[in-house]
């Protein structure tokens, strides 16, 4: 029996890339899909009606159990539908990952402008071929609409009657529907959707030489900006992570159903962070999630391709763009034919956990206008701990003090974790060299 994955089960599994050099600082970690389990992973590329989407999947197992079932506006030709790497979307996710930058205080005591230093490094921070069926599709009120063989994939494209014919022809030929999901066929059969089904041809993979299952591309035109979502919250064991990446020439991309709320930013954390950046990341998220009751969708990264203040990886290319479906570059300017990283390209990323009762309704989305820059940014700074035998260096060790206290405090807001399990994780506070006997600030009289 062939398994039914709907898009909600798509994701892939990625490897994070070493630290890279960073203005100001260093980024040491970042915050990549590989973090959550069960994550979804779609890109999105939108302009006017025109959608190009890229679904990756993570499923495990043999490649012959593996079926997708995705609602789609029209019927599509052959060339609307591609098979595509998974290094897009890997190099996707490294550039827009929530990371953590590493900075390390000057010494106090060198002959510089110290609170300058410290401000200049401040404005840094904000910153399917031949599926043969068996059964007469017509007996069950199902029409075959198209149907390819696409890389290693099968395709069929099919409308049907009602639920119910559509629900039973799959199940006869093969796909294992999961319970309760005939009403949620139905809704969209009302709205007048096809369903792409594509499974894996064994032959044709075989022939290819993968060991693995690539990201399905499909580019359509339709009003409607939205993902279908509902087919994967009935074929769930809980809820899921899903991460959509959202490519645009107007601006910003948000939840036009749903809250879009931004993830918390630009925060001073513990140095002893940076060995469990992961763990924080996972903490934190479940905390905001915890806050906007499990409802709201999270903007991770908003920045405009044409620049990066600095870039956690590389940008895309023109080549990598013009793959995930970009298709107006180079538009009226021919220097944009080039291989430049300068781009005319907008991407937002936004993270959300659902199922269904949280999340009852398909994703809709809008553009917007808004080109401002945003990232997920958690900030590190490494104390000096070279000689501070100077007056600056006592007042920097006072402030020391201070900074560590409201490090932990922020940790703990962040994550919910206990204070006093922060407390005793990080280095004792830096006291002030004695410049008296000690008793004589005993009582009150310091």
Known sequence: MKHFFALA????????????????????????TKLFNQASQVVLVRDGNRTVLTMANDYQGDAEDFAVVIPVPTVLEREQINVAEPTLIEHLDAYTSPRLVEYHDPDPCARIDYLADRAVASEAMPRAGAMRMQQK?????????????????DILILSADDSKGLVTWLTQNGYRLPDGAEPVVNSYLRQGLKFFVAK???????????RYLRPIQVAFESPRF?????????????????????????????????????????????????DEFGSFYQAMFAKALNRENDRAVFLEYAWDMAWCDPCAAD??????????????????????????????????????RYDGKTFPADLRFQETGDRSNFQGRYVVRRAFTGDTNCAAGEAYRKSLVDRREREAQQLASL????????????????TPEEDEPWWRRLWGRG
């Open 415 to 430: 994550t919910g974790w206990p204070l006093a399990d922060i407390l005793e994780q990080m280095p004792a506070d830096v």
């Open 137 to 153: 599709a017509g007996e069950f009120g199902v029409t075959i609409d198209a149907e390819y063989t696409v890389g290693e994939y």
């Open 9 to 32: 089960a798509l994701g892939v599994t990625l490897i994070a890339g070493s630290a890279a050099h960073a203005f100001c600082g260093f980024y040491v970690a970042r915050a990549d």
């Open 315 to 352: 940008p895309l290319t023109r080549k990598e763009l013009s793959n995930l479906g970009v298709f107006w570059l180079g538009e009226g300017d021919p220097r944009r034919l080039t291989n430049s990283p300068a781009q005319n390209v907008f991407v937002t990323r936004l993270h959300l």
């Open 200 to 210: 894996v041809n064994l032959e044709e993979q075989a022939a290819l030489g993968y």
């Open 226 to 274: 939205s993902l279908p979502i509902r087919l994967g919250t009935v074929n769930a064991k809980g809820k899921q992570d899903l991460y959509v990446y959202a490519l645009t020439r107007t601006g910003r991309v948000e939840t036009a159903n749903y809250r879009t709320v931004r993830i918390p930013s630009n925060v001073e954390i513990p140095e002893y962070v940076a």
